[in-house]
């Protein structure tokens, strides 16, 4: 819902209990009814995610590579950011491919306190990404899906300390 929209995802779920919510006897829906209603309601440029999410196992490989800021005129703060990001998709017996990547993630900045000063979410289509954002406060650290929402190998390594 976060990336779809909770709206579109509701709107979805409203639709399957008034289809089938009343059904007291068998047979009952099974999963791929839950798909299709997702599937129509996705956009064309978000419908990875229903593969990813039911169809596949996903893992990513993302991590920020180097964050530097300098101190604007105006007391803001301008951030470079360059993360490196993969997505792996693994069979049942653990096999894992490299998988194509055209994923909405979100980079970040977070202040002195832990407290985040950005998210902003990007189309991310390569492995090698650099950005420029300004922030209103000192940052501390900035990376690649900073919240933790994809399910990373090494997530610790995803936000890093942003140099002066």
Do not use: C, W
């Not at 779920?13 to 798909?35: C, D, K």
């Not at 005129?73 to 360059?82: F, K, M, P, T």
């Amino acid at each position: 819902q976060d990336i779809v929209g909770e709206d579109r995802i509701n709107a979805a779920l409203r639709q399957l209990l008034a289809e089938h919510g009343s059904r007291l006897q068998g047979p009952y829906p099974g999963v791929t009814v839950l798909v299709d209603a997702l599937r129509k309601v996705v956009a064309p440029d978000q419908a990875y995610l229903i593969d990813d999410l039911f169809n596949h196992i996903v893992l990513y490989e993302n991590h920020a590579v180097s964050a530097t800021s300098r101190k604007l005129a105006d007391g803001r703060y301008e951030v470079n950011l360059a993360v490196s990001a993969a997505k792996v998709r693994a069979s049942e017996q653990g096999e894992e491919h490299d998988a194509p990547l055209r994923d909405y993630i979100d980079i970040g900045v977070d202040g002195d306190d832990g407290a985040p000063l950005l998210r902003e979410r990007h189309l991310i289509d390569r492995k090698d990404n650099r950005y420029t954002v300004i922030v209103n406060a000192r940052p501390r650290k900035a990376g690649i899906d900073p919240d933790h929402q994809l399910i990373d190998r090494k997530p610790d390594d995803n936000m890093i300390a942003v140099e002066f």
